[in-house]
């Protein structure tokens, strides 16, 4: 494992589109171990490919509850509402802070370094029920604030 360079503001790697991980290889893997070891080192609680050179979609964050850190691989945004407002800074803009608004909360769904999502590690049962039930309704605009009982 290596501590990486952390890019800079102003490197245009950072404001390239980053193209999706399309299979999880042991070179992926090791860019993962790595963003984790820069991360730490940089003091940071989260870190995106790109902010190291390399322009995927990939990322780690730091728990804050001491688990360690996790992998998001080709994450997306399915859902977020509410405002918030608090002081953040970037391992990209060094000693740089600022008030940033944001969505309250947010729904991710991301592949794990296996590639496995959520409803994968589901009983085949339960997991066809929830298939259907969304094939059938959908999502509602609320959905991360509620939830159903199979």
Same mark, same amino acid.
Request: aromatic share 4%; glycine share 8%.
């Given at each position: 494992?290596?501590?990486?360079? =952390?890019?800079?503001?102003?490197?245009? =790697?950072?404001?390239?589109?980053?193209?999706? *991980?399309?299979? @999880?290889?042991?070179?992926?893997?090791? !860019? =993962?171990?790595?963003?984790?070891?820069?991360?730490?080192?940089? *003091?940071? $609680?989260?870190?995106? #490919?790109?902010? %190291?050179? #390399?322009?995927?979609? !990939?990322? &780690? @964050?730091?728990? /804050?509850?001491?688990?360690?850190?996790?992998? !998001? *691989?080709?994450?997306? $945004?399915?859902?977020?509402?509410?405002? &918030?407002?608090?002081?953040?800074?970037? !391992?990209?803009?060094?000693?740089?802070?600022?008030? *940033?608004?944001?969505? /309250?909360?947010?729904?991710?769904?991301?592949?794990?370094?296996?590639? @496995?999502?959520?409803?994968?590690?589901?009983?085949? %049962?339960?997991?066809?029920?929830?298939?259907?039930?969304?094939?059938?309704?959908?999502?509602?605009?609320?959905? #991360?604030?509620? #939830?159903?009982?199979?």
């Amino acid at each position: 494992m290596a501590v990486l360079k =952390v890019r800079r503001y102003g490197d245009p =790697v950072l404001r390239r589109h980053a193209t999706a *991980v399309e299979t @999880v290889t042991p070179d992926v893997r090791r !860019l =993962v171990e790595d963003m984790i070891d820069t991360m730490y080192d940089e *003091v940071g $609680i989260g870190l995106a #490919a790109p902010q %190291v050179g #390399a322009s995927v979609r !990939l990322l &780690v @964050v730091g728990d /804050e509850e001491g688990r360690g850190a996790q992998a !998001l *691989v080709n994450p997306a $945004i399915t859902a977020q509402g509410g405002k &918030v407002t608090a002081e953040e800074g970037c !391992l990209s803009l060094p000693g740089i802070f600022a008030q *940033v608004t944001r969505s /309250e909360w947010v729904t991710l769904e991301a592949q794990d370094l296996d590639g @496995v999502l959520f409803i994968d590690r589901l009983e085949p %049962v339960v997991r066809d029920r929830i298939k259907r039930r969304i094939k059938k309704d959908g999502f509602s605009e609320d959905a #991360a604030h509620r #939830a159903f009982a199979l």
